[in-house]
Nanobody, 115 residues
Framework: QVQLVESGGGLVQSGGSLRLSCTAS????????LGWYRQAPGKQRELVAT???????NYADSVKGRFTISRDNAKNTLYLQMNSLKPEDTAVYYC?????????WGQGTQVTVSS
């Protein structure tokens, strides 16, 4: 099993930036496909961005050009750089790790963007 711990959330004004981190508890991190998801109050969890073990990335249309997903396999850490934040980006952000049929979620970190 792998445990994921997110950090970096907080309160920021519209137009500001935050960087989220997600650190895994074990080695083998490089084998996992990783992603960031978010869930706003009253809404379903939605994909934000993914990065495959080989490095290919994918973004939701709503964050393209503003968010950047990256990974540092040597540090077992996944990142999400969020720029030009909007109030509609307010949500709990979760990291996800998948390898074949195994999937693990982090506990989530709150991001609040004030207008």
């Amino acid at each position: 099993q792998v445990q994921l711990v997110e950090s970096g959330g907080g309160l920021v004004q519209s137009g500001g930036s935050l960087r989220l981190s997600c650190t895994a508890s074990r080695s083998g991190f490089s084998l996992f496909d990783l992603g960031w998801y978010r869930q706003a109050p009253g809404k379903q969890r939605e994909l934000v961005a993914t990065i495959a073990s080989g490095g290919n990335t994918n973004y939701a249309d709503s964050v393209k050009g503003r968010f950047t997903i990256s990974r540092d396999n040597a540090k077992n850490t996944l990142y999400l750089q969020m720029n030009s934040l909007k109030p509609e980006d307010t949500a709990v952000y979760y990291c996800n790790a998948q390898f074949r049929t195994y999937a693990q979620w982090g506990q989530g970190t709150q991001v609040t963007v004030s207008s």
